[in-house]
């Protein structure tokens, strides 16, 4: 094994994607791999963030940065990566 990380990643990715789906052509599983992209970075608690959702630390996170910068937070909770990515490059500027 060289990376943990990879490793557990793929064995999700089996286990929970392509083991449980048919996929009847490209475009169906670009679309079912999609759907399950989304969910496992954007809803899915995980331990490594203790149990918070991707979205939920990067909030928490831009928050922290802010805050370090003396700039007000981030009022309403993020939703998705669009939003997280712009709270962290405004962050940044």
Known sequence: MENGYVE????????ECLN???FS???DARAKITQW???YNETRPHS???YRT???FAAQAAGFYRAELGQSPQT???????QIRKT??????
Do not use: I, K, Y
């Open 76 to 82: 309403r909770p993020l939703r998705n990566t669009r």
């Open 8 to 15: 557990s990643f793929n064995g999700r990715f089996r286990d």
């Open 20 to 22: 449980e789906n048919w």
């Open 88 to 93: 962290m490059e405004d962050a940044l500027t």
């Open 54 to 56: 991707p979205v939920e």
């Open 25 to 27: 052509d490209l475009a």
């Open 37 to 39: 992209r989304r969910d």
């Open 48 to 50: 490594s963030l203790q």
